[in-house]
């Protein structure tokens, strides 16, 4: 779907991005994961040609995009600006109507997907005719994701969605965000330094720093089978929780009917936070852990 080939991108003398490739398959969630000032927005920009490489290829769908109109080839792919990127001198509602109206959508169907949107993402439908700063964080963060959604892009692109809220905000509204059927069939690629969200939202993710790629892999791969020192040393501070949410239950327990939960949202369920995900099972906390540490000792 996405393959970024060799790309160089340099600011005067300093090379943001340093020779970097990877490819993200239809329906992969990629999580560009480094510290600051590494190249993740430096990369993500480069896909959707803000910003050209000064050599490199990035295609999508076997197509060059330097070979697209960058205004043309943007309509067809979202992106969640890093600090939400509302204009503030719009309302919410001409905020989210700016692609649909390029696009010529009459104005009863942008009304009718704002709704459809609004109640996805819990947005009371009042908020439309505010402006950016009367929001919360949290709701200006949502509504810069009901922007980028608007059109139902096939590939969606988010920088730090959730950079600017508080932890607590933080956790629960990407549990939303994971669960969001608009988000569950689409092509992402999504910034973070947040090494937590990056194991609870990615398939796979690319660890860079100094504008290179150290690793790319599933989670598990970069926590178990670490390329490097760096690698290793990057994760070390959370390593026990990374491993709970890189692991599944059905890995330590063969038989285990629920896909795709880990060992850590079966401990939230144990601990009552909510999951409508999981299958019934008789799954307590002592037989959760000693599988665990039995699945560790291998
Ligand atoms: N427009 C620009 N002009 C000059 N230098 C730039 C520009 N954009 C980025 N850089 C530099 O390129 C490097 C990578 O920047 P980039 O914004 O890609 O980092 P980042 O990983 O997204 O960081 P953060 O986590 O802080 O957002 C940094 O050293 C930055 O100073
Ligand atoms: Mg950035």
């Known amino acids: 779907m996405i393959k970024a080939e060799n790309l160089i991108r340099k600011f005067g003398a300093s090379v ?31 896909i959707n040609r803000l910003i050209d490489p000064d050599s490199g290829t990035v295609f999508l769908d076997g197509v060059d995009v330097r070979t697209r109109q960058p205004e043309e080839l943007r309509r067809g792919i979202g992106y969640v600006l890093q600090n939400h990127g ?19 959508w009459k104005g009863a169907d942008i009304r009718k997907r704002v709704d459809e949107l609004f109640q996805k993402l819990n947005l009371d439908p009042a908020l439309t005719e505010k402006y950016p700063a009367a929001l919360s964080g949290g709701q200006q963060q949502r509504v810069g994701l009901a922007r980028s959604l608007m059109v139902n892009p096939p590939v969606l692109l988010m920088d730090e969605p959730f950079g600017a809220l508080d932890n607590l905000t933080r956790i629960s509204i990407r549990k939303e965000f994971k669960a969001l059927d608009e988000l569950v069939k689409k092509t992402v690629i999504m ?48 390593r026990l929780q990374l491993e709970l949410k890189s692991v599944l239950v059905a890995e330590i327990l063969p038989g285990y009917s629920g896909k795709n939960v880990t060992v850590w949202e079966r401990m939230e369920a144990l601990l009552e936070v909510d999951n409508p995900h999981l299958p019934e099972d008789s799954i307590n906390i002592e037989s959760l852990m000693s599988a665990f540490s039995a699945y560790k000792k291998q």
Request: proline content about 4%; charged content about 25%.
């Open 16 to 46: 943001a991005v340093n020779d970097i490739s990877f490819e993200v398959k239809e329906g992969e969630n990629l999580i560009l994961l480094g510290t600051s000032g590494c190249g993740k927005t430096t990369t993500l920009r480069m």
């Open 86 to 104: 509302l204009f503030p001198h719009y309302t919410v509602a001409e905020n989210i109507a700016i692609v649909p109206r390029l696009l010529k």
């Open 191 to 238: 910034v973070t330094h947040d090494v937590q969200e990056a194991f609870e939202m990615g398939d796979r993710i690319c660890l860079m720093d100094k504008g290179e790629i150290r690793q790319i892999g599933t989670p598990e791969e970069l926590l178990f089978h670490p390329a490097s020192d760096f690698v290793a040393d990057f994760f070390k501070e959370q």
